[in-house]
C-alpha cells in the first residue's frame, strides 16, 4: 500500500509538473494575445488564440488524468485530493509547491484572459462606431446638448425656484 502512494507521489509530481509547464505557456499565449489586440495584429491574434485554445484542452486533459489517478487511490478530486496525498505522504515536498503555483497560475491566467476579453470587446465597439459613421456618415447616440447649446431634452421636472 506504501508503495503504491509512494507511486502515486511520483505520478502526481510528474503531472503537475507538466500541468505547471502548460499553465506558464498558456500565460505567455494570453499575453501575447493582448499585446498583438493592443497593437493591432490581428494575424498574429489568430495565432495566439489558436495556441491559447490548444493550451487549454491540453491542461483540462491533464487535470482529468490527475483527478482520475487521485481517485483510483480512494482521495478527492482536486486541491482536496493533494492536500489528502500529502498529508497521508507527510510530506510537503514537490507537490505542494507544484500545486501552488498552479493555482497561482490559474488566477493569473484569468486575469489576463479578463483583460483579452475587455480589449476584444473594446476593438468591437470601435469597429462598429466606424461602420456606422461609414454606413450612415454619423455615429447615432443620444446629444449631451441640444443645437441651441442646452442640455438634452429638457425633463418634466419643475427647478426649486418654481416648485
Partial sequence: MVERYQQLNA??????AT???????LL???????HYLAVGGFGEVEKASQVKL???RDIERLTSERNR???LCGFALGREGIAQLTGYSRQE?????L????RELAAQCQAANQQVGSLVRRRKQAGELALQILRRGTIESPSLYNPSGNM??????????RA
Fill in 11 to 16: 505520478e502526481m509530481t510528474e503531472m503537475l
Fill in 19 to 25: 500541468e505547471v509547464r502548460n499553465a506558464r505557456a
Fill in 28 to 34: 505567455g499565449a494570453i499575453n501575447d494575445e493582448s
Fill in 54 to 56: 490548444e493550451l487549454a
Fill in 69 to 71: 489517478a487521485l481517485e
Fill in 93 to 97: 515536498g514537490p507537490i505542494t509547491a
Fill in 99 to 102: 500545486w501552488t503555483e498552479l
Fill in 152 to 161: 438634452g431634452e429638457r425633463s418634466m421636472s419643475r427647478t426649486l425656484g
